[in-house]
T-cell receptor
Framework: GENVEQHPSTLSVQEGDSAVIKCTYS??????FPWYKQELGKRPQLIID?????GEKKDQRIAVTLNKTAKHFSLHITETQPEDSAVYFC??????????FGAGTILRVKS | NAGVTQTPKFQVLKTGQSMTLQCAQD?????MSWYRQDPGMGLRLIHY???????DQGEVPNGYNVSRSTTEDFPLRLLSAAPSQTSVYFC?????????????FGNGTRLTVT
């Protein structure tokens, strides 16, 4: 089936530490992998995305890595700050023009 | 640009009632989609459309209908509401396709079915 597994479901880190969220996908045809951040009561917003012809992408404190052979991709946040606290969703494109999301990770950054 | 606009923001229905959730975008995006968000289950795709006159089913289409008569609008219809449809509903649009472009989300509609 078409699914995206995301781990962990919750993650607590100390301010300044790094956070890593991992996702695996099932469809070998998947070629687009965005990450979204959702603050409490707000809409999901794109923070970074990666396409299948790229292995890694970085944007300031955020980076995403992709391993197409193993069908997994990860989000790395360095030097975490309290404002990074939110729910993070990974997603993968599937056959038929669909974007399927993981179940989400609640990130808490403790100051 | 207003982006993606969803109405209403909140709605309470009784079991068996019908209603339409409205979604409009002013960015001339061809791709539009509806997701529902439930605790611990992420965002699940209900229906999507790659352009006016074209719709297709997502992961959880049962109990919902959609139509796409214009590029701007993509309403979601609940024909006979059930408590299992209590959720937060997000409409999203994209300038390209789900395979290459990010989604722009609306602010959501919180629906309660009693």
């Amino acid at each position: 089936g078409e699914n995206v597994e995301q781990h962990p479901s919750t993650l607590s880190v100390q301010e300044g530490d790094s956070a890593v969220i991992k996702c695996t996908y099932s469809d070998s045809a998947s070629n687009y992998f965005p990450w979204y951040k959702q603050e409490l009561g707000k809409r999901p917003q794109l923070i970074i995305d990666i396409r299948s012809n790229v292995g890694e992408k970085k944007d300031q404190r955020i980076a995403v890595t992709l391993n197409k052979t193993a069908k997994h991709f990860s989000l790395h946040i360095t030097e975490t700050q309290p404002e990074d606290s939110a729910v993070y969703f990974c997603a993968a494109s599937m056959r038929g023009n669909k974007l399927v999301f993981g179940a989400g990770t609640i990130l808490r950054v403790k100051s | 640009n207003a982006g993606v606009t969803q109405t209403p923001k909140f709605q309470v229905l009784k079991t068996g009632q019908s209603m339409t959730l409205q979604c409009a975008q002013d960015m001339n995006h061809e791709y539009m989609s509806w997701y529902r968000q439930d605790p611990g289950m992420g965002l699940r795709l209900i229906h999507y459309s790659v352009g006016a006159g074209i719709t297709d089913q997502g992961e959880v289409p049962n109990g919902y209908n959609v139509s796409r008569s214009t590029t701007e609008d993509f309403p979601l219809r609940l024909l006979s509401a059930a408590p299992s449809q209590t959720s937060v509903y997000f409409c999203a649009s994209s300038p390209g396709t789900a395979n290459n472009s990010p989604l722009h989300f609306g602010n959501g509609t919180r629906l309660t079915v009693t």
